[in-house]
């Protein structure tokens, strides 16, 4: 055990308890099992029944329904009779918030629970309340009381239990002790861990949830650290990012969270949580699970067995680097958009990565996700660029290129140590961290001008290039490094998964100085499920230079659009959330730096609107209540004009800008 995973160098499940939910095995080396959650009125019988067999059917492993009364969780028994009729075994979930006899009714019908320990006993008023060990501890006995006996009926029933805190819903309780912190989201689990283990129950999985990767990953790292020290042995792990939204943004928030801890062998299970129907979740399940089937057989020996961190990975802390040009220190990190394989380059296609050229004018209107570099390859380009943009080319393009301050070498390794005529102020290096770079570490270590693009070629990449930044670190090299992540996928959605998991890991632990992705844009396919097409792309520039500019924001180290904490709907939404969702986001999106939560009900909001700026909940059936923070604005308003309302609140705080959708040089 290596801090939080079996091996930091190497691809290794994490060794976990073997649970058992239905006929359902889970963990002890079990395969990756996915899931997803309907969004029917649990009410309505037929309509969860065949929502919950389209799930089945698009490959749902267990099936989650919501119960937040004793009538839901009653109807349970109707929803899995009339499947188990229809010939369907999956195993069900039942979801369970503030209700301990609706938990108790389910347990007795479903294969599994869904307890959050953030609600299932405490309340949560935002109340900042002192207490002494002595109340504290009678705190937690009141817990016992009541979460007891729901544990003695699953163990009677042979009956799965998820205790899933999520980040946003942590109680006054563990507030008020340990802080809206990963922390306190581990501790809120262990407590309710520890009764269960004190009855000697041990069907049980763990989830640590919340809609920032940061905070959803530190938490299950922290978990499993805090598990073996007080255990000695890990349960299962259900991973997800909450509320991550739709399209591209959602996949790709998912994707850096569910990703960055599966690459280290973490998790057992998974759901990604968008705001579309739920059976299309399960693609998006699939194509993260299916890179590492056969991962562990695959695995090259690495030369270092053990890894010592320079860095906490329980803690974000970017590494130290220096600045070369607008590279590294505290400069954002920069986006590179890859021309190599394109013609010759004109005006026009500078568009697709932030740049408008007004012939009339003779000015560039830039946008905020405007591209920083342009990897031109042995291209000179034939006109004036805007100020802010500058080329890397390859070495004998440099040396023809008259304009050195806007144009920059790129080496490999055995051209940056044989040859002599180098920038005098940036040059370039693309490496391959699965090679032996001893030579050229020793050769850069002085040498201030330097940025590493770094890549590569071993199959768990993330990992590779990780040990490669930590070399870095322990022998106290600060150069900026450039994250290059080149997919080969055919399908867009694997190409985003891949971006995603293995930059977006690397981010997360404080690596990175900028990001450039690259692939072959005559391989893409755009996506299909059942017919639907979900993800495209027409123009392959903007496709990668959006994903860089989506993957910086969903890391939170680079701000470039407005950010959307969107919960998934299920049976208690109380209003059509994917078509609000659409509506706030096409007058909203221009907001650079915003967080707007949309959320379906009062369970996912306002608590589980984490650290939002604005909140839209529903809190009745056609009503809405608009936050701004955790604090009520508006109660009730009208769904018909709620977004207005919203905008006029945006007005009030001096929050909203007209459109404007570039700025000009």
């Known amino acids: 055990m290596q801090l939080y995973c079996e091996s930091l160098t190497e691809y290794k499940r994490l060794k976990t308890r073997e649970v058992s939910i239905g006929n359902l095995l889970l963990g002890n080396g079990h395969p990756i099992r ?4 309907t969004t029917t009125d649990t009410m309505d019988t037929l309509a969860t029944v065949e929502q919950t067999i389209r799930c089945i059917e698009a490959g749902a492993e267990m099936v989650r329904i919501t119960a937040p009364s004793k009538k839901e969780a009653e109807n349970l028994l109707n929803i899995k009779n009339e499947l188990r009729k229809r010939g369907y075994t999956t195993p069900l979930i039942a979801d369970i918030h503030f209700t301990p006899n609706a938990a108790e009714i389910a347990a007795r019908i479903v294969e599994k629970v869904r307890v959050n320990p953030g609600n299932y006993v405490d309340k949560k008023k935002f109340e900042q309340i002192e207490y002494t060990d002595a109340e504290y501890a009678e705190e937690i006995e009141r817990i016992r009381e009541r979460f007891t006996p729901l544990v003695k009926i699953c163990k009677e029933h042979g009956t799965a239990m998820r205790i899933g805190t999520n980040h946003g819903s942590l109680s006054d309780r563990i507030m008020s002790r340990y802080g809206d912190t990963p922390n306190g989201m581990v501790e809120s689990a262990m407590e309710f ?3 269960a283990r004190s009855e000697d129950y041990h069907n049980i999985i763990l989830s640590m949830k919340s809609s920032n990767p940061l905070v959803m990953v530190q938490a299950y790292r922290l978990l499993i650290h805090h598990m ?4 000695g042995e890990c349960y299962p792990l259900h991973l997800g990012v909450t509320e991550a939204g739709d399209g591209e943004d959602g996949r790709i928030k998912s994707a850096i969270g569910i990703g960055t801890l599966l690459e280290d062998g973490i998790g057992d299970t998974i759901r990604v949580s968008l705001t579309e129907d739920p059976e299309f979740e399960i693609p998006v399940c699939n194509d993260l699970v299916k890179r590492y089937i056969d991962r562990e057989k695959s695995n090259v020996k690495s030369q270092t067995l053990e890894l010592k961190l320079p860095y906490s990975p329980f803690e974000y802390k970017r590494r130290e680097t220096i600045a070369v040009d607008n590279i590294g220190g505290h400069h954002v990190p920069i986006v590179v958009a890859d021309f190599e394989k394109a013609g010759k380059i004109s005006h026009q296609d ?19 996700a405007a591209a920083d570099y342009i990897y031109s390859g042995n ?9 802010t943009v500058k080329v890397i080319c390859d070495h004998a393009t440099w040396q023809k290129a008259t304009d050195k301050k806007k144009y920059f070498p790129l080496f490999n390794t055995k051209e940056y140590l044989q040859k002599n005529d180098h920038s005098i102020a940036l040059n370039f290096i693309t490496i391959d961290a699965h090679e032996d770079n001893t030579i050229l570490l020793d050769a850069i270590a002085k040498d201030n001008t330097v940025v590493l693009c770094i890549s590569s ?26 994250l290059s992540v080149k997919s080969d996928d055919s399908m867009i959605d694997d190409q985003l998964i891949h971006f995603s998991t293995e930059s977006g890991a690397l981010f997360l632990d404080g690596m990175g100085d900028g990001i450039w992705l690259k692939n072959d844009p005559s391989n893409i396919q755009n996506s299909k499920v059942s017919g639907r097409t979900y993800l495209e792309t027409k123009n392959n520039h903007q496709f990668i230079n959006n994903t860089s500019f989506s993957i910086l924001q969903a890391v939170r180290t680079r701000i470039s659009k407005t950010e959307y904490i969107s919960c998934p709907s299920c049976g208690r939404t109380l209003f059509e959330l994917q ?10 999106n221009h907001l650079k730096g915003l967080k707007i939560a949309i959320m379906g009900c009062i369970v996912n909001g306002p608590g589980e609107m984490a650290d939002a700026d604005f909140g839209y909940v529903g809190s009745g059936v056609g009503k809405i209540t608009l936050y701004k ?12 004009v709620a977004v207005d309302e919203l905008i006029n609140i945006l007005k009030e705080n001096e929050v909203w800008i007209e459109p404007e959708s570039i700025h000009t040089l």
């Open 350 to 368: 500078l568009q697709s990565i932030g740049y408008t050229y007004n012939e009339q004018t003779d000015k560039w209107a830039i946008s905020d």
């Open 379 to 387: 291209k000179v380009i034939g006109f004036a660029l805007p100020g």
């Open 629 to 640: 923070g955790k604090e009520i604005v508006k109660r009730n308003v009208d769904s018909a």
């Open 457 to 482: 070629s071993a199959i768990n990449a993330m990992q590779s290039v990780r040990n490669f930044i930590v070399q870095l670190m322990n022998k106290n090299i600060h150069c900026p490094v450039i």
């Open 34 to 37: 996915v899931q997803t959650m």
């Open 228 to 231: 073996m020290e007080e255990f």
């Open 579 to 588: 078509e609000t969702t659409a509506k706030i986001r096409a007058v909203t």
């Open 193 to 195: 861990l520890r009764i």
